[in-house]
């Protein structure tokens, strides 16, 4: 709270995350313990999981495809062979991730999508579909939007209990000769439990409009450690909800 400097470590690179050129990138862990640093090591990728409070190493490994997502004793990546998703615990090997259970567009869901809520489990979304996994593959609970309405930003508690995830509507028309098609606007936040497997929040919020006078619309949001309050910035003002309890 007093911006005073409380760790600090240099990077590999001189100029760090800076430029995107380099192929610096982070992700930090649900709990925010651990944080991990990815970066390009010629045609393969650098990757260093640190404690977050101390800086210690926790793991260093190089390889070829991307970590996309982390916990404190878990990491999801994209695969080779087979093209997919794989996960593994910290200085383990990688292995095939497949849920069992899911269909549809999830079985198809893209290398950015598996998100991790707490240390035992994921969240994957792709379109209007999402479901909440276990590490073991086991679906928790599934959700399913209706045609023409998608899933988009997701944020964490770091207790690991919620998650607050925005849903989009597809707004605008289509036009292939003018380039114009719809895109996904944000309609409403969602906050879900993982403990009870179901929504227990919603709050309206204001989308981009394909219509004049066209202004967008960025929502940013937040969930408390506890899960207990979600804070919403829209058009410069900030909200925060009381969330009701287990």
């Known amino acids: 709270s007093t911006f005073e400097v409380i760790r600090e470590q240099q990077l590999q690179d001189g100029r760090g995350c800076l430029s995107p050129l380099l192929w610096v990138t982070w992700g930090v862990s649900p709990s925010r313990r651990s944080l991990l640093l990815l970066s390009r090591a010629g045609q393969s990728f650098q990757n260093t999981l640190l404690n977050s409070e101390t800086f210690t190493p926790i793991d260093n490994w190089t390889q070829k495809q991307t970590?996309?997502?982390?916990?404190?004793?878990?990491m999801v990546g994209q695969?080779?062979?087979?093209?997919?998703?794989?996960?593994?615990?910290?200085?383990q090997s990688w292995q095939p991730f497949k849920a069992v259970g899911l269909g549809g567009k999830l079985n198809r869901y893209t290398n950015k999508s598996p998100r991790f809520v707490n240390d035992r489990s994921l969240v994957i979304h792709a379109d209007n579909e999402m479901a909440v996994v276990s590490i073991d593959g086991t679906v928790l609970f599934q959700r399913k939007l209706p045609e023409?309405?998608?899933?988009?930003?997701?944020?964490?508690?770091?207790?690991?209990?919620?998650?607050a995830i925005i849903e989009n509507k597809l707004r605008g028309l289509t036009n292939e000769f003018l380039d114009m098609y719809p895109f996904p606007s944000n309609d409403r936040v969602v906050v879900y439990s993982i403990l009870e497997r179901r929504a227990i929040y919603v709050v309206k919020t204001n989308g981009t409009s394909p219509w004049s006078p066209w202004g967008p619309h960025v929502n940013q949001l937040a969930l408390s450690p506890d899960g207990t309050l979600l804070a919403l910035i829209s058009d410069r003002v900030l909200k925060v909800y009381r969330l009701p309890k287990n």
Do not use: M, N, Y
């Open 67 to 74: 970590s996309i997502d982390i916990s404190d004793h878990w």
């Open 148 to 163: 023409k309405q998608t899933f988009g930003t997701l944020v964490t508690s770091s207790g690991g209990e919620r998650f």
């Open 79 to 91: 695969c080779d062979q087979p093209v997919g998703i794989c996960i593994r615990g910290v200085s």
